[in-house]
């Protein structure tokens, strides 16, 4: 009788012990709880440096797709340059890197959303030279 006791108390302790691990437990990026921590944009772009979004002081926003329907599209963070595409290096554009049948291509990180481009909080992400394209970002806020 009394293992079965001692079997019952130990069930009980350790329920609530991983009751108590759990609940703080958490995965980096901590993403907003209490709204919708999504966010996507699209368009076209209206000018030689478009702003795509500011990010709101309190959050930053994590970029996991980019897509442009040029080749020439320059990527900025502010007046920061982070990603610069050329003839052949152009990994947001959506066509090329789709690929086809004879030509078959899996992708970028961007294009794929796996990216993983940080707006900082209060900062701005910017497509510059891209000839009125149209664009598609999406993503999520983090806590900085």
């Known amino acids: 009788m009394w293992k079965n006791i001692l ?13 108590q691990l759990i609940s703080g437990a958490y995965a980096e990026p ?9 966010g996507s944009f699209g368009g076209n ?3 030689n440096a478009h702003t795509v979004l ?3 002081s309190d959050q930053a926003f994590l970029v996991k797709t980019l897509l442009t329907a040029e080749s020439s599209c320059n990527i900025y963070i502010d007046s920061t340059l982070y990603l610069s595409q050329s003839a052949y290096f152009v990994p947001t554009r959506a066509w090329f890197n789709a690929g086809s049948h004879d030509n078959p ?12 481009l940080l707006v900082p909080a209060g900062s ?9 394209a149209a664009y598609y ?4 806020y983090v806590h900085p």
Do not use: E, K, M, W
């Not at 970002?137 to 999520?140: A, I, P, Q």
């Open 7 to 19: 079997a019952f108390a130990a069930l009980i302790l350790s329920v609530g012990v991983s009751a």
């Open 30 to 38: 901590r993403t907003s709880l209490g709204s919708n921590p999504a």
């Open 45 to 47: 772009l209206t000018s």
């Open 54 to 56: 500011t990010a709101p």
């Open 105 to 116: 291509n899996v992708g970028s990180a961007f294009t794929q959303g796996r990216a993983n």
């Open 124 to 132: 701005s992400l910017v497509i510059h030279d891209c000839n009125a």
């Open 137 to 140: 970002v999406d993503g999520y």
